[in-house]
């Protein structure tokens, strides 16, 4: 496959090929928890690696407690996984995040959801 005329592919690759992103199966049940309240418990979440970033938990759409969930207009860009929408979980605005319609070379994120880990009740990663 020509990566250049390839149309959803991530222009950051194209930048800076040396950059990595690397996904790793959780080898255990991970849980989130926010104010007492599970609210995703999967075994089959993934670990993003990423040059220069922590490693982020995702979770799998099916395995998070959506009852309570809301989008947001929050938006970001990342030259690398493309545009995440954020998501609010109760009263706590934008504490996660997904990636809709990722870059080809992220589409294992795609119908993923990651959490901002400093907000929830306790470390998802030990």
Request: contains cysteine.
């Given at each position: ?22 996904f ?60 995440a929408s ?19 070379e ?19 990663l030990?």
């Amino acid at each position: 496959m020509d990566l250049n005329s390839t149309t959803n592919a991530a222009p950051g690759f194209a930048k800076t090929p040396d950059y990595v992103i690397t996904f790793e199966n959780a080898d255990q049940e991970l849980v989130a928890t926010l104010q007492g309240q599970v609210i995703a418990r999967s075994k089959r979440a993934v670990i993003l690696k990423e040059s220069n970033h922590t490693p982020v938990v995702y979770f799998p759409l099916n395995d998070v407690k959506l009852d309570t969930v809301s989008q947001t207009e929050k938006e970001t860009f990342c030259p690398f996984k493309g545009t995440a929408s954020y998501l609010s979980f109760g009263d706590e605005k934008n504490i996660a995040w997904s990636y809709e319609d990722p870059f080809e070379e992220m589409l294992e994120i795609k119908k993923y959801i990651a959490f901002y880990t400093d907000r929830l009740d306790a470390p998802i990663l030990a």
